[in-house]
């Protein structure tokens, strides 16, 4: 099971930034709800955002003051410009982008230092500094100033998800275990072990700080400071406190319904008040808590106020993030929602005091869908005036407007008298029954061509009928012509008001089978390519193409995973029928051609064979004779010899 990652972050109560999964930077003005700035880098699509953080641009302006109020000035490492806020961007690849959403420039960039993706970053409330964690294993202090690293430590076994930096200079680190860092010498306090899985989440508890010596150790210095962890997988937040007795177990526990993502902490007023936590899962749901810390609590603390948005039909709406407003002063607690998608955001106070059941459920638009309005007397009939008197007709004609209604009916009574005297002779005699079926007929033109009735089964008309009536059967025969060119022509004859409807529908089967969308991806195709110039005047056509743009990205989001899988299998397909045809061939051994050599001795008899015999050489016959013969002088019986009548060295007297 994949976790769901939230990469989302409010500043304060003025802006929301979301990084979608494309790697864009959207950034929502609260106040208005429109989006004021998208950022789209370079290599958006193989560099994405994995986390994200808002300068703390309060908290530094504060030690300012302190130190300014001094006789003398510490460092000048405090000179911030207070003008620009800046947020920084964490990338798969290790990167950290310091982005300046004001002037919409790139103010750094920071590199060369991590490998593995970036899980978290924070921002160093005492100096103009930046600590990031990644995958591998390391944590990394950036002077903001010279955008290089000031140290470099590992933290962990395996990879930091998550950081947070606590007062006086301590930094809580969490991977498999939870770390308590000194800053400033990177030594390691504390470890808490209480989560099965990796920690996800950090966050410590603002309280007013107990008076402490100034010789006390570092540890000291945060003793009795609380601080909430959450994990992946685990339906828990477990609360700790760091004491000088090092205790092994969480001081109290709060049961969630489901998987968390992010935490967001009102922190008390003062040690009696109780904290009250808001808790956002992966259901797009909240879960809220309130509980006083005061002690070791062993049974984990149920959910106490679940807020959930849907719409009329009960079709949940996911919460995108969820913060507390600052009202230090008030004892009241408001919340600050956002919820939508990345396309539209809605934004939302709730005051928490308000609602008395448990489970609290609020019924809003989906931000997603196109509501049309229609003016509420747009289809009323209006009945004429009954008084006829109050009436004045204007005929047409020049000057007859102003003409009284008694004349005009006077000059129309006289105009039919007079036709019906010169009609007197054509009304007496009756037309014959051929006569009436010509005049009823279908008149011809002049060229002699009997004029056509319009065709009213064309596919502009029906589709124009089915939209208009929603008729499913009509749209479904017209929507499964695959034909390019028929396509065309229909899309461009349809009226301008049925194209928001088309889109609508194609949209709405387009969800269904891919090898059903097939078809209707050309419709829709052709008809934002001819319409293109209608549909961009229209001011909610972000919110028409929505839930294409949704539907799209889901449909592909996997395509490049299934191309490299497919790589692969046809590498080890290939490798497996190489390796079986290698196997079942069979070696020839039957040589191509055989070439035999006869002997020496053989070839030598042949040519003597075919020689001439010389009488006169006796000498050779001499020497044969005598070397058949051997050492003991006997002579050797020769079987061709035998033949010619040589027997035991005799010759046969003839």
């Not at 130190?67 to 920084?88: P, W």
């Not at 609360?239 to 001081?251: C, F, L, S």
């Not at 909240?286 to 948005?309: A, C, D, E, R, Y």
Request: glycine share 4%.
């Amino acid at each position: 099971m994949t976790h769901q990652t939230n990469c989302t972050a409010f500043q304060n109560e003025n802006n929301l930034a979301i990084c979608s999964l494309n790697g864009v930077l959207h950034i929502w003005d609260v106040e208005t709800g429109t989006k004021k700035v998208e950022y789209t880098p370079a290599s958006h699509l193989t560099s994405t955002f994995t986390c994200l953080s808002w300068k703390i641009q309060q908290r530094i302006e504060k030690r300012k003051q302190n130190e300014a109020s001094g006789k003398k000035r510490k460092s000048k490492a405090f000179e911030v410009d207070k003008t620009e806020d800046i947020i920084a961007l964490g990338t798969a690849t290790g990167d950290i982008l310091l982005y300046r959403y004001l002037t919409g420039e790139l103010a750094g960039k920071l590199d060369g230092e991590h490998t593995g993706k970036i899980t978290c970053i924070c921002w160093d409330p005492y100096e103009f500094r930046l600590l990031s964690s990644s995958e591998d294993q390391h944590i990394v202090h950036w002077d903001l100033k010279s955008y290089k690293s000031i140290c470099k430590w590992q933290a962990d076994k395996r990879g930091v998800n998550s950081m947070c930096v606590c007062p006086n200079s301590t930094l809580l680190s969490a991977g498999k275990t939870i770390k308590l860092w000194d800053l400033k010498t990177k030594q390691l306090l504390r470890s808490f072990v209480g989560h099965a899985s990796p920690v996800l989440d950090l966050m410590y508890v603002n309280i007013p700080a107990i008076s402490q010596r100034q010789d006390a150790t570092p540890l000291e210095m945060v003793e009795g400071l609380y601080f909430l962890s959450s994990a992946i997988e685990d339906r828990v937040v477990n609360i700790w406190q760091i004491q000088r007795k090092h205790r092994k177990i969480a001081v109290a526990t709060f049961s969630l319904n489901s998987e968390p993502i992010s935490m967001a902490l009102k922190s008390p007023t003062s040690k009696d008040n109780p904290i009250t936590l808001l808790v956002l899962t992966n259901e797009g749901e909240l879960n809220i808590f309130s509980h006083t810390l005061n002690g070791q609590i062993k049974k984990p603390l149920n959910v106490q106020m679940t807020v959930k948005v849907v719409d009329p039909s009960a079709k949940q709406i996911k919460i995108l993030s969820a913060t507390f407003c600052d009202e230090k002063e008030s004892e009241t607690a408001t919340v600050l929602i956002a919820y939508g998608t990345t396309l539209k955001v809605i934004f939302e106070k709730l005051n928490l005091d308000n609602y008395t059941t448990k489970d609290v459920c609020i019924i809003r638009e989906d931000p997603m869908k196109v509501k049309i309005t229609q003016p509420e007397n747009a289809l009323t009939t209006r009945e004429p005036i009954r008084n006829k008197n109050e009436v004045v007709t204007l005929a047409p004609g020049i000057p007859g407007h102003a003409q009284d209604i008694s004349a005009m009916s006077e000059q129309t009574s006289t105009i039919k008298h007079k036709r019906r005297k010169n009609n007197v002779s054509t009304s007496e005699s009756e037309m014959t029954l051929e006569d009436r079926l010509n005049a009823i007929g279908l008149k011809k033109e002049e060229d002699g061509q009997q004029q056509q009735p319009p065709r009213a089964d064309s596919l502009s008309v029906l589709l124009a009928q089915g939209l208009h009536s929603n008729d499913k059967e009509i749209l479904n025969r017209v929507l499964q012509k695959t034909n390019e060119d028929l396509i065309y022509n229909t899309v461009a004859r349809l009226p301008l008001s049925l194209i928001v409807s088309l889109i609508q529908d194609l949209t709405t089967r387009m969800k269904t089978s891919p090898a059903a969308a097939f078809k209707f991806v050309k419709w829709m195709r052709i008809t934002l390519k001819v319409h293109s110039s209608y549909l961009m005047t229209l001011p909610d056509l972000v919110p028409l193409l929505s839930q294409l743009y949704q539907l799209m990205d889901a449909r592909t989001e996997t395509h490049s995973r299934f191309v490299k899988l497919e790589g692969k299998l046809e590498l080890l397909t290939t490798q497996i029928k190489s390796k079986k045809s290698a196997e079942n061939k069979t070696i020839d051994t039957t040589p191509m051609f055989v070439y035999e050599d006869e002997s020496s001795d053989e070839q030598e008899d042949i040519l003597m064979d075919d020689l001439p015999v010389d009488p006169s050489d006796s000498s050779d016959n001499d020497w044969e004779e005598m070397s058949e013969r051997d050492e003991k002088g006997e002579m050797v019986i020769d079987e061709d010899e035998t033949d010619s009548g040589v027997v035991n060295g005799m010759l046969d007297e003839d």
